[in-house]
């Protein structure tokens, strides 16, 4: 085999998640500087900033990067929404203000250019476990303008698919954007959505997404209020909730799309944006701007950001067919049994990938990145019923770097029947089985594992498949 460019420091040692649960409502208060909601019991916070630092400093960049200019490195310009200012990591648009809170502020200057801010988390793997649940919640004041002086601001606190980062967002929607709380317009109101499928149209609507429409906000603009969304795959279907102090206002299930749409968009790794934009496609559809009488230098304040995940139930259900396991050296002739397990060193063909030692026994496949394939001939499906197949997987791979698991039959070049996507899941050898829904499938299939993630980086290690009835 050729030999590879790109390596990696590999560890055995499992790195343990802790176990989290989230609450659906709490006690909310008006004061300006409020602490971060402590976990109720048998809960745990994953994340939280409640931006206490220094009057007229930045943000922890251990914690936080800023988005600079007009748009992703690669990625399309004005940020893919026809927005117009420039985003900085100045403290004149980004700062603590000493009194605990986040402040993002639009300027104009005197040529009529507007600068504002943009900033994302560093981690990118703010997901809710099989049968688990994953909340993202921020208290904040929206701009406090409204009328003409309003016209062109677009506040925001959203994520985004953890994919996105490293190939600039070309990937959406598919990985799935949640927004959490947009208003336009100084309109005291706020907009959810879910993004997700393709562009335009497709299952999700796109460009507009699947929204719960404007919602009336009540003091929105002169006082801080909690928005948050919460991700739960402990029910069937699956649900994103929304919530506004507390109250659940609009709610989507997963049945609203075909399983494969709602997993790309939810089945992973998510990062939070808090911005303050300019003008842009959604500001147009509600009057406009800016134009010369938006005010300059309004703006959001954030009072704290935190996220809660609960422990799953269970990271796949069990199989109805025999877990027997396949050969770990390809069959010379007859087929493969679909519903056994198939191990993933078993390929009868693949690309860029290499075996090593499995901290699980026997061995798995490693150093998959954007681009390589394993193949599996003969592997019989039957009658078909198929349900879903399971894949057991690990990932080290780096903050922003994630991509997805694809089936395909009979050609590489296919459409997958089915896939899931993943990122860093707490080391190269800390594994999980992640289940991706197929289409149904008969007969005898050459089956191909494809992967996809538009970075050259790796992002998955591969121990065995298997599909289910």
């Known amino acids: 085999m050729a030999s590879r460019t790109r ?69 399309a310009s004005n940020w893919g929404t026809g927005e117009i200012e420039y985003m900085t990591d100045s403290t004149s648009n980004v700062y603590q203000d000493g009194n605990g809170n986040l402040v993002i502020k639009p300027i104009r200057d005197g040529a009529g250019n507007w600068t504002s801010g943009r900033v994302e988390t560093q981690r990118t793997d703010f997901a809710a476990p099989a049968g688990g649940k994953v909340r993202i919640e921020a208290r904040l004041q929206q701009p406090n303008v409204s009328g003409a002086a309003a016209a062109g601001y677009w506040p925001a606190f959203w994520a985004l698919g953890a994919a996105a980062r490293p190939v600039g967002a070309t990937n959406w929607p598919s990985i799935g954007e949640w927004d959490i709380m947009e208003d336009i317009n100084g309109r ?18 796109e460009t507009t997404g699947l929204g719960s429409g404007e919602r009336a906000c009540s003091g929105c603009q002169t006082g801080f209020h909690t928005y948050a969304i919460e991700y739960d795959r402990s029910t069937s279907p699956e649900q994103l909730r929304w919530y506004l102090d507390g109250n659940n206002y609009f709610t989507l299930t997963s049945n609203v799309v075909d399983a494969t749409t709602w997993n790309n968009a939810t089945h992973h790794g998510m990062f939070v944006i808090l911005n303050v934009a300019i003008g842009g496609g959604f500001p147009a559809a509600f009057g406009g701007g800016p134009t010369s009488a938006t005010q300059s230098g309004v703006p959001m304040l954030v009072d704290y950001v935190a996220v809660y995940q609960s422990s799953g139930g269970g990271t796949t259900t069990p199989p109805t067919t025999s877990p027997t396991t396949s050969p770990t050296t390809p069959p010379t002739g007859g087929t493969r049994d679909a519903y056994s397990r198939i191990e993933a060193e078993s390929a009868n063909a693949q690309s860029g990938t290499q075996t090593e030692t499995c901290s699980e026994g026997g061995q798995d496949v490693g150093w998959i990145a954007n681009g390589d394939w394993l193949q599996f001939n003969n592997v019989n499906f039957g009658s078909g019923g198929v349900r879903d197949f399971v894949a057991r997987v690990a990932s080290g791979a780096g903050g922003g770097v994630s991509g997805l698991v694809q089936v395909r039959i009979d050609s590489r070049n296919n459409a997958p029947i089915g896939s899931f996507a993943l990122a860093n899941t707490g080391g190269w050898q800390n594994w999980t089985s992640i289940p991706g829904n197929v289409s149904n499938v008969s007969g005898t299939h050459t089956v191909y594992l494809t992967f996809s993630s538009g970075q050259p980086a790796d992002f998955v290690n591969v121990n065995w498949i298997q599909f289910r009835r």
Do not use: E
């Open 7 to 75: 390596r990696r420091l590999r560890t055995l040692l499992a790195v343990s998640t802790a176990a989290i649960a989230v609450a659906a409502t709490a006690v909310f208060t008006m004061d300006a500087n409020a602490a971060v909601p402590s976990a109720p019991a048998g809960m745990t916070t994953v994340f939280s900033d409640d931006f206490t630092g220094a009057a007229g400093t930045g943000l922890n960049r251990g914690n936080w990067l800023y988005d600079i200019g007009h748009g992703y490195a690669g990625g």
């Open 188 to 205: 005291s109101s706020v907009f959810a959505a879910l993004h997700c499928g393709s562009n335009p149209g497709g299952p999700c609507n």
